[in-house]
């Protein structure tokens, strides 16, 4: 069976400071993965996804994300943190022949002036 | 402008007075699905839609119906609910089944209390 731990619920820095959500999957095929973000109040928005073309996928405002697949990681990193960042962000896993996609627990970052 | 709309936003209820949440897609999309999102838990799929008529149990459809007459509204109905259907409610939709796997469309979100 496949799974997705997300390592912090809470993450806190300070504006224009790096960002790291991570994130560990476990999966029996090789997965797909992705990062969705939901800002207050709102739906969820992907903002990216790695289907196995190259292990640094880039994605939307800037964030990007790394599969290792020695370290079962895919975490999530922004070089300078907004504080249009602030919201809660989900990891994502999808296994060959399983219906659904499998989401983590979620992160919730804040972002201080 | 393309869309997943979710109708009421917020509801208060009571056990055991049937409601329905309302979902519709303008994209002409052939998957559509319903999560709820519990703290700490993320989001778990109630159930998934792949094209009109065809549905099937996600991973905690207990105590959920769900219809799909048309292709664009697929709305989700709590015959009895019980407060441990307290929640936040998504419905997503995606191109096709397949898309589905890799990118969905999600609506604006439903909040409900069951007292």
């Known amino acids: 069976a496949q799974s997705v731990t997300q390592l912090d619920s809470h993450v806190s820095v300070s504006e224009g400071t790096p960002v790291l959500l991570r994130c560990n999957y476990s999966s029996s095929y090789s997965p797909s993965l992705f990062w969705y973000v939901q800002h207050p109040n709102k739906g969820l928005q992907l903002l990216l996804k790695y289907t196995s073309a190259a292990t640094l996928v880039k994605g939307i405002n800037g964030f990007e994300a790394e599969f290792k697949k020695s370290e079962t990681s895919f975490h999530l990193t922004k070089p300078s943190a907004h504080m249009s960042d602030a919201a809660e962000y989900f990891c994502v896993v999808s296994v060959p022949g399983r219906r659904a996609l499998t989401f983590g627990s979620g992160t919730r970052l804040q972002v201080q002036p | 402008e393309a869309q997943v709309t979710q109708n009421p936003r917020y509801l208060i209820t009571v056990t055991g007075k049937k409601l329905t949440v309302t979902c519709s897609q303008n994209m002409n999309h052939e998957y559509m699905s319903w999560y709820r999102q519990d703290p700490g838990l993320g989001l778990r799929q109630i159930y998934y839609?792949?094209?009109?008529?065809?549905?099937d149990k996600g991973d905690v459809p207990e105590g959920y119906k769900v219809s799909r007459k048309e292709k664009r509204n697929f709305p989700l109905i709590l015959e009895s609910p019980s407060p441990n259907q307290t929640s936040l409610y998504f419905c997503?939709?995606?191109?096709?089944?397949?898309?589905?796997?890799?990118?969905?469309?999600f609506g604006p979100g439903t909040r409900l209390l069951v007292l």
């Open positions: 839609s792949m094209n009109v008529e065809v549905t």
């Open positions: 997503a939709s995606s191109p096709t089944p397949r898309s589905a796997k890799e990118t969905q469309y």
